[in-house]
């Protein structure tokens, strides 16, 4: 089972406004310039997967397993399989690394205009699978 801490939508919609959108520009094209070296390519993966938390707050999401255990329940999460470290190594180094730039500039550009806007947050939402192939839920 897929869990997802909860935000209110109130505060997400107020940070978007006052500093999502703005900071998430700024954030996605740090982070393509960081990949584009192999000294700091850990540290520009790991920030294009967090692009949806910056836009909007949204949660990283987890697996939660729950367990009967005499008269309780126990919780344990981790976080989502990914596939293949290899596959996902090759599609970047292939694919990922160029089309993750275009794919979250479009994506933010939809951001800035009410009709765009829900589509340009599903494609934030996908940045991480466009870049890596990484699962988020």
């Known amino acids: 089972m ?5 935000r209110p939508f109130l505060l997400r919609a107020i940070y978007f406004v006052l500093i999502g959108w703005w900071l998430t520009f700024l ?3 740090t982070a393509w310039a960081l990949n584009a070296t192999y000294v700091l390519l850990p540290l520009g993966l ?12 949204k949660p990283m999401p987890v697996e939660a397993e729950v367990y009967r255990v005499g008269g309780g329940y126990v919780v344990r ?5 990914q596939p293949f470290w290899l596959w ?9 690394w160029w089309v993750s730039l275009v794919w979250a500039n479009v994506a933010w550009v ?6 765009g806007l829900p589509l ?3 494609m934030f939402n996908y940045l991480p699978a466009v ?6 839920g």
């Open 77 to 81: 999460t981790r976080g989502v399989r």
């Open 120 to 122: 340009g947050i599903l």
């Open 27 to 29: 954030w996605i094209n």
């Open 110 to 115: 939809l951001c800035l205009t009410i009709v």
């Open 46 to 57: 790991w920030m294009l997967n967090r692009v949806p938390q910056v836009l909007t707050l």
């Open 2 to 6: 897929i869990h997802e801490p909860h």
């Open 131 to 136: 870049t890596t192939l990484m699962r988020t």
């Open 88 to 96: 996902r190594l090759l599609y970047f180094a292939f694919i990922g």
